[in-house]
C-alpha cells in the first residue's frame, strides 16, 4: 500500500525538523550505498552502444555489421523472462555464503568484467570470425548487465523501508547517470589519449580503454562485498538440487528456441523488407501502408513467432515432467497472481497502464533528440557540452529535489509534478526549432527538460518499488521496469518519419499533448490506492 500524503502546511518548528531529517536521510548507508550501484550498473550500457559502435567504425567494419551488436542489448528489455530465475535458484557456494541478493550480485558482476575483458582481448578488424567472438562477448555483457539490473533493483526495494525509496531511487539514478559518462565520454576520451582515431586505428589503445572499465566494475564488486544482506531477505529453498538444475535447462531449452527461430527467420524478413522498399521507391504516391511500416510488421511477426516457439518448446517440456508444475506455478504465475489479488482487477489494469504510459512524453522526444540538435546546427562540441555534461548535472540536481520532494510530500503528488513538467518542458523545444541554433536557449531547454527528467524519473522508481511485493521482489519488478519502456520505444520508433511528415514544432507540441492523459491516469491511480 501507498503511503500515506503529508498535507501542506505553513511552516511550523516541527516541519523545519522534518526537512533537517529528509536532508539527514542522504546520508544513511543505504543511500550511498545505491550511488556505488548505480554507478555499476550505468557502465556497461554504453560499452555495447555507443562507444563500441565508434570502435567498430574506426575497426572498418560496415555500418550493416555495426547495427547487428544492438542485438546484444536485448537483455534488458527481456530480463523478465530471467528475473524468476534469480529469485527462485540458490547459488553453489554464493548464496550460503553470501545470501540470496549478494550471491546473484557477486555472480553478475564477474560476468560482467570477464565480458568487458573478452571483447577488449578480440580485436574486430581482424577478420570475420574476430567479429563474431566480439558479438558473443557484447551479447554476454548485455546478459550479464541486465542480470546485475533485476539484483540491483530487488536489492534496493528490500534494504531500506517504502519512506526512503525515493531517496534511495535518487542516488541510484545519479550513480547510473555518473556511470554512463565514464563508460561513455571516459572511454572515448581513453581511447583518444592512447593512441585511436577515425583516420589511424590503433586496437592497443581501444584494449586498454576497455580493460580500464572492466577495472572500475570493480567499485560494485567492493560494495557487493561489503555491504550486509538485507534484513527481510527470507527465502526457503524447498526443492532438492537436481530440481534446480532441470528448471535451468528447462530454461536454456526455451531460449534456445526463441534464439532458434528468430536468427532463422532473418533471411526471410530481409527479403519482405527489401521487396517492401522497392515498393515504396517504385511507387511512393501508391495508397497502403509504407515501407517503414511494413518492415516493422514483418519484424513484429518475426518476433511473435519466436516467442511462441519458445513457449510451446516450454509447455512441452513440462508436460513431458521435464521440471515439477509447482515450481514453475510459484516462479512464474504467482508473481503476476499476486499483483492483481492485492490490487484488484481494475486497479491493477489502472497502474499497468499508468507504468506503461507514464514516460510516454520524455522517451518518444528523447528518440529523436540528438538528430534534431544537429539539424539545429549545434556543433559536437556544442552537444557534449551543454547536452551531455550540463545536461548531467541538471538531472542530478532534478534527481536529488525529487527524492527530497518526495520524501517530504509523497510518491503521488511528486509523480504528478514530474509528469506535468515533463510533459510541458517539452514545449520549450517548439521555441528552440523556431529560434535554431542558439545556444543561450538551449541551456535554458537543457536545463528545465533534465531537471524535470530527474524528478519524474525518481518519483517513478519509488512509485514502482511501492507496487512491488517483497516476496516476488526481482519478478515484479523486472515486469513494470520492463513495461515502462516497451510502448514509448514502439511509438518512438516512428518519430523520425512523424518530423519527416509534420515538422519539429508540431512533433514536439504532440509530445507534450501525450503526457495530458498520464496525468488523468496518475489522478485516478491516487484515488484508488488511497
Sequence with gaps: MMNQETTLSPPTEDTEKNW??????????????????????????????????????????????????????????????WAPLVDTLPLPFLTKRLGRRRGWLLLAQGAVITAICLMALTNPAAGHSSLVYMALAAVMLGFSSATQDIVID????????????????????????????????????????????????SYAAWQYSYLCMAAVMLVGVATTLLIPEPATNV?????PASYYLRFLLLFACTVAA?????FLTSDTVNMFNGMARGLTSTAPETPGPSG???????????????????????????????VDGSMVTQTYINPVLDFFKRYGLETALLLLVLVGFYRISD???????????????????????VIKTFGLFMTLLGGFLGGTLTVRYGVMKILFLGALLSSATNLLFMLLANAGNNVPLL??????????????????????????????????YAIFSSLMTLLPK???????????????QQFFLLTAVMGIPVLVLIWLAGKRLQ
Design 20 to 81: 533537517q531529517q529528509t536532508i539527514r536521510a542522504w546520508f544513511h548507508p543505504r543511500v550511498i550505498t545505491m550511488l556505488f550501484f548505480g554507478f555499476s550498473a550505468g557502465i556497461p550500457i554504453l560499452l555495447i552502444f555507443s562507444s563500441l559502435s565508434l570502435w567498430l567504425r574506426e575497426a572498418g567494419v560496415s555500418r550493416s555489421a555495426v547495427t547487428f551488436f544492438s542485438w546484444a542489448a536485448l537483455g534488458y528489455s527481456f530480463k523478465f523472462v
Design 490 to 504: 514502439l511509438i518512438g520508433g516512428y518519430s523520425g518519419t512523424m518530423v519527416s511528415n509534420w515538422g519539429y
Design 443 to 476: 541551456y535554458l531547454v537543457i536545463s528545465a527538460d533534465n531537471l524535470s527528467g530527474g524528478i519524474a524519473t525518481t518519483a517513478f522508481v519509488a512509485f514502482l518499488a511501492s507496487l512491488t511485493n517483497i516476496s516476488f521482489t526481482a519478478v515484479q
Design 258 to 262: 526463441f534464439i532458434t527461430v528468430f
Design 363 to 385: 522517451i518518444v522526444l528523447g528518440v529523436i533528440a540528438n538528430v534534431f540538435y544537429q539539424d539545429m546546427g549545434f556543433s559536437k562540441a556544442t552537444i557534449a557540452s
Design 235 to 239: 527465502k526457503n529453498y524447498d526443492y
Design 292 to 322: 517503414p511500416l511494413l518492415s516493422f510488421l514483418a519484424e513484429a511477426a518475426r518476433l511473435i513467432a519466436a516467442l511462441f516457439c519458445a513457449l510451446l518448446t516450454a509447455i512441452l517440456l513440462m508436460r513431458n515432467n521435464l
Design 154 to 201: 530487488a536489492y534496493r526495494i528490500e534494504c531500506a523501508p517504502e519512506e526512503m525509496q525515493a531517496l534511495l531511487s535518487s542516488t541510484y539514478i545519479a550513480g547510473y547517470r555518473i556511470g554512463m559518462l565514464v563508460a561513455g565520454a571516459g572511454a572515448l576520451y581513453l581511447a583518444s589519449w592512447f593512441g585511436t582515431s577515425k583516420e589511424v586505428y
